[in-house]
């Protein structure tokens, strides 16, 4: 039955994305903060068919901390869920992403058009550049940040390095961060095809200052936050399986 309903919602993205692709196409002309908006419900249609279709819902925590202008989101990574999610729970938004995703066919296309972030990896002497330039760029649109500051998808239970360039964007651009934890995959799991049923746990932190802060005490802060919520809300989901511990 999971892999049924899972089927049934991968059916639904197929005919979406497509179609979103091409908005995002048309509306190419429009303010940033608009075209995002619009795309965005490509997120909040998707959201409703997963519900239907694989009873996976979510509850936000701590919405109240969302602060009024543009501000970097720096967020626990485990799912592609999270990718649709902050969309629906933040003001128009921009990730820090891999130049390559944007060639995926549709998906990476209707991505571009929300003007992301997109730095070359393999040029890291250049990656900070960009990030500054085009970090800049984006705030000045009213445009938030998104920045998964372990770099990659992490397995529920586990831990991945934190890294400072997300830090030192903030100090640069002097935003304020908002740490958000979640146990997205729990139900939803890194790599798998199968949707579990259930309600993901969002928190979402009070904003970090990055002012007069070093980037090392400033990714220790994110990190020891958002860290600590997720002892709490680890284990809920179905998918949950606890790190063997080393003897």
Not at 20 to 35: G, N, Q
Request: proline letters at 7%; hydrophobic letters at 45%.
């Amino acid at each position: 039955m999971i892999w049924f309903r899972s089927a049934l919602y991968s059916l639904g993205l197929l005919v979406l994305t497509p179609l979103f692709t091409l908005i995002a196409i048309l509306v190419l002309p429009l303010p940033a903060v608009t075209r995002n908006t619009i795309v965005a419900w490509w997120a909040r249609l998707m959201f409703i068919w997963l519900r239907i279709t694989c009873g996976l819902t979510f509850k936000v925590e701590g919405a109240e901390n969302i602060p009024h202008g543009p501000a970097m989101i720096m967020c626990k990574h485990q799912s592609a869920w999270e990718t649709m999610a902050l969309q629906l729970i933040f003001p128009a938004q921009v990730w820090v992403l891999k130049r390559e995703l944007l060639r995926i066919p549709f998906f990476g296309w209707g991505l571009a058009a929300t003007s992301p972030i997109a730095i070359d990896r393999g040029q890291r002497a250049q990656a900070q550049k960009q990030l500054m330039e085009q970090g800049r760029d984006r705030l000045n649109k009213g445009l938030w940040i998104v920045i998964f500051p372990e770099g990659t998808r992490i397995k529920p239970g586990e831990r991945g390095q934190y890294k400072q360039g997300g830090a030192r964007l903030a100090k640069d651009l002097e935003v304020p961060i908002v740490p958000v934890a979640m146990n997205s995959g729990e139900f939803w799991p890194k790599n798998s095809f199968c949707k579990w049923p259930g309600e993901v746990t969002v928190r979402i932190g009070a904003p970090i200052s990055s002012e007069g802060k070093n980037s090392l005490t400033l990714i220790n802060e994110v990190e020891n936050w958002i860290e600590g919520e997720m002892a709490q809300i680890t284990g809920r989901g179905p998918c949950y399986v606890a790190p063997s511990k080393a003897e």
